[in-house]
T-cell receptor, first 113, second 113 residues
Framework: QKEVEQDPGPLSVPEGAIVSLNCTYS??????FMWYRQYSRKGPELLMY????GNKEDGRFTAQVDKSSKYISLFIRDSQPSDSATYLC?????????????FGRGTSLIVHP | ETGVTQTPRHLVMGMTNKKSLKCEQH?????MYWYKQSAKKPLELMFV???????ENNSVPSRFSPECPNSSHLFLHLHTLQPEDSALYLC????????????FGPGTRLTVL
């Protein structure tokens, strides 16, 4: 079993839809959870960062962590064509070199007008 | 220049060539990373440097040789690569290796013929 599982998609939605992107993981030591957005021909950029369980909201984006289920989500409200990108989840633990994130393989999102 | 820059952006090389990838960060960070990104696969960590010292070599073949002359510059020297080494090579930096928040460059798209 891979440490971080993420469906590669593509996920195609109409403009204005609510998008849900998800990752599951197996390592219970993970405490830091991140979502990166990667546009075509660009490097990943950090979108959301959360610590431990709970929700975090930033504009149209909400990150949710459920450590009991080892499941994290990124919700995008009122999706726009400019949100079309690959979204990578990443997570890391508290120490012993495990600060370095483990990445999922990314979900390709297409928002069509 | 701001952020993390990488040159060249594209590179085509034969299996017998020697080439180098360059990364520079303008963020005042102390940790730098090389990642390999292949289609539909998670980011693969290759090397980590913290305060110019290599702290991680993730079982990378010796045909990849990193060099970190100072905290702002990172090189990846390539020698006798294989076609399966074709990928996007991403450089990243963070405040130090205990900092989860990594900033990525745009990557070098490498094709090995």
């Amino acid at each position: 079993q891979k440490e971080v599982e993420q469906d590669p998609g593509p996920l195609s939605v109409p403009e204005g839809a609510i998008v849900s992107l998800n990752c599951t993981y197996s390592n219970s030591a993970f405490q830091y959870f991140m979502w990166y957005r990667q546009y075509s021909r660009k490097g990943p950029e950090l979108l959301m960062y959360t610590y431990s369980s709970g929700n975090k909201e930033d504009g149209r984006f909400t990150a949710q962590v459920d450590k009991s289920s080892k499941y994290i989500s990124l919700f995008i409200r009122d999706s726009q064509p400019s949100d079309s990108a690959t979204y990578l989840c990443a997570m890391s633990g508290p120490g012993g070199g495990s600060y370095i994130p483990t990445f999922g393989r990314g979900t390709s999102l297409i928002v069509h007008p | 220049e701001t952020g993390v820059t990488q040159t060249p952006r594209h590179l085509v090389m034969g299996m017998t060539n020697k080439k180098s990838l360059k990364c520079e960060q303008h963020l005042g960070h102390n940790a730098m990373y090389w990642y390999k990104q292949s289609a539909k696969k998670p980011l693969e960590l290759m090397f980590v440097y913290n305060f110019k010292e290599q702290t991680e070599n993730n079982s990378v073949p010796s045909r990849f040789s990193p060099e970190c002359p100072n905290s702002s510059h990172l090189f990846l020297h390539l020698h006798t690569l294989q076609p399966e080494d074709s990928a996007l090579y991403l450089c990243a930096s963070s405040q130090d290796e205990r900092d989860n928040e990594q900033f990525f460059g745009p990557g070098t798209r490498l094709t090995v013929l």
